[in-house]
């Protein structure tokens, strides 16, 4: 660190700090490095040069990363409510872990407002073309290649000719997938195990002999040969060379705009010479950034942005959504066969890297002809696993029937887990359930990934990251998926297994995506589709917290891609948009850091600096308008065949019906101003008679627009929706408001009538949209309600976007209370309504 003539300690100044050195942020911190921009990486992991992953009882003990317990090892393991979740820990991101698969995503599966199974919809504002010259870029680094079947001593890996055979006997599209893996020892050279790898660029950052690949199915634990084209070997080799400064051990907390321009970072250091030690006090320390690279992975960039959003006034309602498990899956072919009542066959899942081939399931936006294996649906991928790898490791965890004792232990730890709410069961089961022995030579795991439902939110929870997902929004994906996985299994003579997760419905991902995705508005996303987050110049998601929803195939080339992309547009702005920030470092208050229990970490805050009485600068790439946004929950019933909503309810026809709408004011002031007082409304309505949950988007509400009188106000709905005949609807809601004293306040403005009309009943400018609504045949009426629970937690559901997002929520309910008062209260009474 500097110091001055007084030595006073002085903040570090680096033009761009990167968050992570993941697929984001390595490949970030090579491009600008090259450059010339100044360039530090933070990693919260080690370095792991080839030899240094466990392997041994005692190393594996040590493997997890688990800080509070002094344990700063590979694997983050993380256990949700309804899932589990596997990402790493060390210098180079999930490649150290990763089963080395780099796919593009397909192009039609680049969809823009695709209507989702559950309600709501998928955007991406990037396309395969934009796309396509980054993967180009990326691939030129990590030079992938297919796995060389007809290589010599290569051919001998059965499992890769299983799942041929298996896609052929299925008619379904196979490929070896390019592999980052080197099986060469330069490109161009013919395949050989265990012969050194030639680096093209000098030595790597670890000076580390690499060798070829030997088979050993080891790289979801870590390759200690080195054959992997990891990005420590790659990516941030490169930005060495460039100049970038490498920190591991360094983890990221808090994050604010300085005033005079770029971001004020708090870190602390881990120190893993301190492995197995409890976790003491730990020192805040401070840098200065020009510009920041969020790139700490979903998990770890969506935390920090929930933690630290107060800061970080203008990040918008977004934040924490589109969080999906890009549709992963994990299950087994049983006891293959060499033909229907021959012996078993030998696939042995423990010979080649962990992945070598691919099965692709159409999506219905391909416009492939069906294959007849399984219904059309999202699309999805199949992919072998391996043993011993991380994969292979999940696969012992799950006790195969052939050992139903381990199988029924690990499913009662599990359900008591869930009961007591124990955070540590994903650890704690997979401890007690590995065992000496290996799954049979003619057993394979089978690795499904594809287009589940990106409705999950991630949340902060007593300070800790949280996240609100299931399958149950993703159950026609799984029920798809599952049923071309079972196609496999018995294409191979074999017997499907599912793994003993599902059976409670779980799933292990290893792809998490969104938290921070980017969208074409900031009431879509949280940063753009370069990855700039809305209202805050110089701040950047490069990892896949950005994704908007699941990619499809293995998001790790997708990710570096974007990020490369975002790259060449950061460094285009640079020259024609330079920041209005000093060079010269901030000045701290005093020398000492402060130090802090380390428990509970996420609460550590940063050592306040003696800055210019001047006010924090949020510096706009934009003007954005302010916006609120909303969730509300109705239930009540639906009877078809009647017209009237009252007398629906007396229909012996009326079955139950349920409707969540998200509201979303684009821009405040516009909706203050206009009589209507227009908000747009997406969501679901749910109904057996309609064919189950249907999306609605595109629907209208308007809050306190003109009523049958001058004293009368509506709330106002207008949704549109399919069935599931096909059949276009639209349903028109209205809350009639009347002046009629307080006591009818609530049932007022929590009771909607409606009728389902046929047809989508545009409003158009001009036209008389009531008599069209007359005019419509009618196929169903009720009345909807939202309780006072539903009431309560719609409280919780605001959102906002903009600049000054507590003075948006104030103005919006101060339009609300007058309204209420002007109909229910019309003279005011002191301190009521003011």
Not at 59 to 84: C, E, I, K, M
Not at 593 to 601: D, I, N, R, Y
Request: proline share 8%.
């Amino acid at each position: 660190m500097a110091r001055d003539s007084r030595n006073t300690t002085t903040a570090e100044h680096v033009d761009v700090l990167i968050v992570g050195s993941g697929f984001g942020g390595s490949v970030a911190a090579a491009r600008l490095a090259q450059a010339g921009l100044g360039v530090m990486v933070m990693e919260r992991g080690r370095g792991y040069p080839p030899g240094s992953f466990a392997r041994t009882p005692a190393q594996a003990s040590r493997a997890l990363w688990s800080p509070g317990t002094g344990s700063y090892g590979l694997f983050d393991v993380r256990s949700f409510r309804h899932f589990d979740s596997v990402v790493a820990s060390g210098l180079g991101g999930g490649s150290l872990i990763y089963a080395n698969v780099l796919l593009r995503k397909d192009e039609h599966w680049f969809v823009d407002r695709q209507q989702l199974p559950g309600g709501g919809y998928e955007s991406w504002p990037v396309t395969r073309a934009d796309l396509d010259p980054h993967y180009d870029a990326v691939e030129r680094v990590l030079t992938p290649t297919p796995y060389p079947l007809d290589a010599p001593g290569y051919g001998d890996v059965p499992k890769a000719r299983a799942m041929r055979t298996a896609a052929d006997r299925l008619g379904l599209e196979h490929s070896l997938p390019p592999l980052a893996v080197s099986f060469a020892p330069r490109p161009g050279a013919e395949p050989a195990i265990g012969l050194p790898v030639v680096e093209p660029d000098g030595e790597n950052l670890h000076g580390a002999i690499r060798r070829t690949c030997r088979l050993c199915g080891e790289c979801n634990i870590g390759c200690n040969e080195g054959a992997k084209n990891s990005l420590d070997f790659t990516y941030l080799s490169a930005a060495r060379r460039h100049g970038a400064e490498l920190r591991t051990g360094h983890e990221v907390r808090t994050i604010r705009p300085a005033a005079r321009g770029g971001y004020e970072v708090g870190y602390v250091r881990h120190d893993p010479d301190q492995d197995g030690l409890p976790a003491g006090p730990v020192r805040v320390r401070t840098l200065h950034c020009d510009r920041l690279v969020l790139a700490a992975g979903t998990y770890g960039t969506s935390h920090l942005l929930l933690r630290n959003h107060r800061q970080l006034p203008g990040i918008g309602a977004a934040l924490g959504t589109r969080f999906s498990g890009n549709g992963d899956i994990l299950s087994f072919a049983v006891r293959t066969k060499e033909g229907r009542g021959a012996r078993p066959s030998s696939v042995d899942p423990s010979r080649g890297p962990v992945i070598t081939s691919t099965i692709r399931l159409p999506d219905d936006l391909d416009g492939q002809p069906d294959s007849g294996v399984v219904p059309p649906g999202r699309g999805a991928y199949i992919q072998d696993g391996g043993y011993p790898g991380f994969v292979g490791w999940l696969v012992e965890a799950a006790g195969l029937p052939q050992d139903a004792g381990r199988a029924g232990r690990f499913l009662l730890r599990q359900l008591a887990a869930r009961a007591v709410g124990d955070p540590d069961t994903v650890a704690a089961s997979l401890a007690g359930l590995l065992d000496d022995g290996a799954l049979s030579d003619s057993s394979l795991p089978l690795l499904g990934m594809g287009r589940d439902t990106p409705d999950g939110v991630l949340v902060l929870r007593r300070g800790a990251l949280d996240a609100e997902w299931s399958t149950a929004g993703s159950a026609q994906h799984y029920a798809r998926l599952r049923a071309a996985l079972r196609a496999v299994s018995e294409a191979l003579d074999g017997r499907y297994a599912d793994s003993p997760h599902w059976l409670l419905k779980r799933i292990i991902t290893v792809h998490p995506c969104g938290g921070a995705p980017m969208g074409k508005s900031q009431v879509e996303g949280v940063c753009d589709e370069f990855g700039e987050v809305y209202n805050h110049q110089g701040l950047y998601v490069m990892d896949a917290a950005a994704l908007p929803g699941p990619v499809g195939t293995n998001p790790a080339l997708t990710v570096a891609a974007l990020a490369d992309r975002a790259c060449t547009r950061l460094l285009e702005k640079r020259e024609s948009e330079p920041l209005a920030s000093s060079a010269a470092p901030v000045q701290p208050e005093m020398s000492a850091e402060p130090e802090m229990s380390a428990e509970p970490e996420e609460r550590a805050e940063p050592e306040k600096h003696a800055e210019p009485d001047v006010p924090v600068q949020v510096l706009a790439t934009y003007t954005p308008h302010s916006s609120v946004q909303f969730t509300e929950t109705m239930t009540g019933s639906c009877a078809r065949g009647v017209g009237d909503p009252r007398a629906a309810q007396r229909a012996a026809t009326r079955e139950p019906l349920r409707a969540r709408l998200t509201l979303t004011i684009d821009d405040i002031d516009d909706f203050l101003v206009r009589r209507e007082h227009p908000a747009r409304a997406d969501g679901w309505i749910e109904a057996a008679g309609l064919g189950g949950r249907r999306p609605v988007t595109g629907g209208e509400f308007h809050l306190f627009g003109p009523g049958r009188t001058p004293d009368h106000r509506e709330l106002r709905y207008r949704l549109f929706l399919t069935d599931g005949t096909g059949a276009a609807r639209t349903m028109i809601g209205v809350k009639d408001l009347a002046p009629a004293g307080l006591t009818r306040l609530w049932p007022a403005t929590t009771t909607l009538p409606y009728v389902l009309l046929d047809g989508h009943l545009e409003r158009r400018p001009g036209e008389d949209a009531e008599a069209e609504e007359r005019a419509a045949d009618i196929v169903a009426a009720g009345i909807l309600h939202i309780s006072l629970p539903a009431f309560l937690r719609q409280l919780t559901t605001f959102r906002m976007t903009g600049p000054r997002s507590a003075a948006t929520l104030a103005r919006f309910h101060a339009f609300f209370l007058d309204e209420l008062r002007r109909i229910y209260w019309p003279t005011k009474l002191p301190g009521l309504f003011t």
